[in-house]
Nanobody
Framework: QVHLVESGGELVQAGGSLKLSCVAS????????MGWYRQAPGKEREGVSC??????????YYEDSVKGRFTISRDNAKNTVYLQMNSLNPEDTAEYYC?????????????????WGQGTQVTVSS
């Protein structure tokens, strides 16, 4: 079982930065793939970024609108996954969720992730 807790969301002005954290407990870092998703009011949850780890190295995915602005990373010693978000704009406003799966295959599909956190709210003011 894996338990995920996100933090770091807050109100920030456009152009600002935030760093989200997702601390995992349980057998997480047997979870080879981690992802960040977001859901804005009235919209479907969408993949923002994900990372998978295997013996050959890490693979990452970024949704087009965040490429060059967001960076996913993980610290296995701290059982933590991060999402560094720069140059934020009001369209980034959403509840951000951390997700985990056991497979080493990189996937951005929601249904591929078995474990989810409760979310952290990011609000970007214009």
């Amino acid at each position: 079982q894996v338990h995920l807790v996100e933090s770091g969301g807050e109100l920030v002005q456009a152009g600002g930065s935030l760093k989200l954290s997702c601390v995992a407990s349980g057998t997480i870092f047997s979870a080879k793939s981690m992802g960040w998703y977001r859901q804005a009011p009235g919209k479907e949850r969408e993949g923002v970024s994900c990372m998978s780890s295997s013996v050959t190295g890490d693979s990452t995915y970024y949704e087009d609108s965040v490429k060059g602005r967001f960076t996913i990373s993980r610290d296995n010693a701290k059982n933590t996954v991060y999402l560094q978000m720069n140059s934020l704009n009001p369209e980034d406003t959403a509840e951000y969720y951390c997700a985990a799966r056991q497979s080493t295959i990189l996937s951005r599909l929601l249904n591929d992730y078995a474990y989810w956190g409760q979310g952290t709210q990011v609000t970007v003011s214009s």
